[in-house]
């Protein structure tokens, strides 16, 4: 496992936009793939986004594919989650997790290490 540690979370108007950074230390980025998890109250923690340990291939769930965008920085030890358009059904506290596999995966057991998260709001 690796610490992870998210940032960027804010309140946001619907329409509005935010990047949140995931950072990690210890071993760098190029060895995992990463991917963004979201939980909402009372909801069961579903997935956003993936990037491959290469960084070359991603993967949405249907309610982030055309507004959100996932990379990541192997040099810089750092994964990003691109929201635009939000909308108030993205509200949830939101989690970056590095992967078992080398293209991460849509379920919570496919990744081994997970941040504390960082809480997105966006209001309408």
């Known amino acids: 496992q690796i610490p992870l540690a998210e940032s960027g979370g804010g309140l946001v108007q619907t329409g509005g936009s935010l990047r949140l950074s995931c950072t990690a230390s210890g071993r760098t980025f190029d060895f995992y793939a990463m991917g963004w998890f979201r939980q909402a109250p009372g909801k069961e923690r579903e997935f956003v986004a993936s990037?491959?340990?290469?960084?070359?291939?991603?993967d949405y769930a249907d309610s982030a594919r055309g507004r959100f965008t996932i990379s990541k920085d192997n040099a810089g030890n750092m994964a990003y989650l691109q929201m635009d358009n939000l909308k108030p059904e993205d509200t949830a506290v939101y989690y970056c997790?590095?992967?078992?596999?080398?293209?991460?995966?849509?379920?919570?057991?496919?990744?081994?290490?997970w941040g504390q998260g960082t809480q997105v709001t966006v209001s309408s």
């Open positions: 997790a590095s992967a078992k596999g080398i293209f991460g995966g849509v379920n919570t057991f496919d990744y081994h290490s």
């Open positions: 990037i491959s340990r290469s960084g070359m291939t991603t």
